[in-house]
């Protein structure tokens, strides 16, 4: 089932309501091929690529986008202007780092990362991305953000297999868990949103393990994306506290990259950008 997404400009979101997105941009650097960073296939970004993704971003208008593969921010600034956004990066020494673009009128605390999601020892000679842990908004619309993008190579097998990215991977969800634990404990609402690089559904070990400790609103849930000849998500975003109400049901959108019925995917990123959107609460707290 394909996936329209209706873009306003920034700005001009409904009143009360969010707009989040979350947006795997495929190895975002201009670091030069050959570079020890990168693997050799690997090859930076041109500005005209540049050009096209900060057009797609114009479209998307989020109000609060979660980036994962960007080298720097400089280059999400690319996409996301600082006239309109604020580049919220994590401190990993790797290149594909997540990030968040916030709009600049919002209020943002930034938290520790979630250093805890590279499960590698130090000695290890390649490192997983930590997690982007912020909170955006004040009083009773407040939202805690947790950015992540997960290990690959484990999208549907089972976590008991002797497969090591399912074990990697099945460390990983369980540090998520924690993370999740502690703002229900808290009360907060919250969202969990990037790459896990997982086909999460309900009867996965996976998810019934992030919602052990109460109940979760996946946005993908039963979907299938239309993104790279249609799959289904690996992209997610997960709500939950008070947010779980406010998650507009079928408010689920995919970005495409197509112009005027051309396809428009060349080199831009592997991943569309998946959105949603949430009713804050009013004066009262009602969503």
């Known amino acids: 089932m394909a996936l329209a997404l209706l873009a306003l400009p920034v700005g001009a979101q409904a009143t009360g309501s969010l707009r989040l997105s979350t947006w795997n941009l495929e190895w975002l650097t201009t670091r030069p091929q050959g570079d020890p960073a990168l693997p050799p296939d690997v090859t930076p ?10 057009h797609y971003a114009s479209r998307l208008a989020p109000d609060i986008a979660a980036l994962e593969e960007v080298d720097s921010p400089q280059l999400a600034a690319r996409l996301f202007p600082a006239q309109h956004y604020r580049i919220i990066m994590s401190n990993d020494p790797v290149v594909q780092k997540v990030a968040l673009a916030v709009r600049v009128d919002l209020v943002v605390m930034r938290h520790g990362d979630v250093t805890a999601l590279d499960v590698y020892p130090p000695s290890a000679p390649h490192h997983l991305r930590t997690g982007l842990d912020v909170t955006i908004g004040q009083g009773a619309d407040s939202l805690r953000v947790l950015v992540v993008h997960l290990k690959a190579g484990c999208r549907d097998s089972q976590p008991a297999a002797r497969k090591p990215a399912c074990q990697t991977l099945m460390r990983q969800i369980a540090i998520v868990q924690d993370w999740i634990m502690e703002r229900q404990d808290e009360g907060e609402a919250f969202v969990v949103m990037g790459d896990f690089n997982r ?8 998810w019934r393990a992030l919602s052990e400790n109460g109940p979760l609103a996946l946005a993908t849930a039963g979907r299938a994306s239309p993104c790279a000849q249609g799959n289904y998500f690996i992209d997610h975003i997960i709500a939950g506290g008070p947010a779980r109400e406010w998650l507009r049901p079928d408010s689920l959108r995919v970005m495409l990259y197509r112009e005027n019925g051309h396809d428009d995917t060349t080199r831009l990123s592997d991943h569309c950008p998946v959105s949603v959107r949430l009713s804050l609460p009013d004066a009262h707290g009602t969503p």
């Open 45 to 54: 970004r041109t500005e005209a690529e540049l050009d096209r993704l900060a």
């Open 199 to 206: 086909l999460l559904a309900p009867d996965d070990p996976a």
